[in-house]
């Protein structure tokens, strides 16, 4: 069995960006909606059994409180915001299990999902849909991997590893040096994304990177002044490695089936014509036929 969590919040960003603008019976923007529900239902004929949507439909969360700067949803456009909740209500009556997050972030609903999927035997992979860098940190070997599908790019633990310069587990650590300007924090003055991967390979944890430079069992240039800016900055450091670091306490998931997709409710021919896309049910309802015993 394969289980796929996708970052619907991302889905619902990279659509509004790449779609035609479209709107509904009522002159609402529908475009990323309907681009979104195109995308879910390219995965379930591609074979996806198993899938959840998780969003973060206030956009901030718990972190806005541990650091000031930290991403916002005051800048997002208008037509874009106004998408998230109908996008929730169309997901469910397509018939997939949405997260929706408030004081959590949907990344942190998807690492909650991996942390209890991974006990379940029964799954054998786990494939988080999003490119996002800190859902990097939930990658386990080949069993946990990324998906980038707009790049068609699969991403496992050795495939992190080339990427950032170090294992998946060191990624909170790697965005704490590095910082993460999308999420609004800007890591430790000096360091890069040369210097964090080279550091961080070799020792994994900022606990673990000597305070003095010529203990380093690495070479990199600057060492003295890196080491120097991370003491200084300790304490921030720790911060934003906690910022990037995704909670796993986010949603209660005790049982996988709740996962597998049924097909779509009775309404959810109603709402896609409504949003003008009655193909979409049509497309659903075709797609469960083909999976019913005959």
């Known amino acids: 069995m394969q289980v796929h969590l996708i970052d619907g919040t991302y889905e619902l960003f990279r659509h509004y960006y790449a779609v035609p603008r479209r709107t509904d019976a009522d002159g609402n923007e529908v475009g990323a909606i309907r681009g979104v529900l195109s995308s879910m ?33 005051g800048s997002i456009e208008p037509e874009l915001l106004a998408q998230f909740h109908p996008l929730e209500h169309a997901l469910a009556a397509m018939g997939v299990t949405v997260w929706r997050m408030e004081r959590f972030e949907a990344d942190d609903a998807i690492a909650s999902a991996v942390a209890a999927l991974v006990k379940n035997p029964a799954v054998e992979r786990i494939i988080v849909c999003t490119p996002d860098k800190d859902l990097a940190q939930c990658v386990v070997g080949e069993r946990v991997v990324q998906l980038d599908r707009r790049a068609r790019v699969v991403r496992d633990a050795v495939a992190v590893r080339e990427k950032f310069g170090v294992a998946p587990a060191s990624i909170p650590d790697y965005l704490a040096l590095v910082g993460d300007s999308a999420d609004g924090y800007p890591g430790v003055r000096g360091w890069g994304a040369k210097s964090s991967s080279k550091v961080l390979g070799h020792y994994a944890y900022l606990e673990a990177i000597p305070g003095n430079a010529g203990e380093w069992q690495v070479q990199v240039r600057g060492a003295a002044r890196l080491a120097a800016a991370l003491t200084e900055q300790w304490e921030q450091a720790l911060l934003f490695r906690d910022l990037a670091t995704l909670r796993t306490d986010a949603i209660e998931l005790a049982d996988v089936e709740a996962l597998r997709w049924r097909g779509p409710s009775e309404h959810f021919g109603a709402l896609c014509d409504q949003i003008g896309a009655p193909g979409l049910a049509e497309q659903a309802r075709q797609i469960q036929r083909q999976r019913q015993p005959e």
Do not use: C
């Open 41 to 73: 239902l390219a995965l379930l004929r591609e074979g996806s059994t198993h899938l959840a949507v998780a969003t973060d439909h206030v956009i901030e969360s718990f972190r806005n409180q541990m650091w000031p700067g930290y991403k916002r949803g």
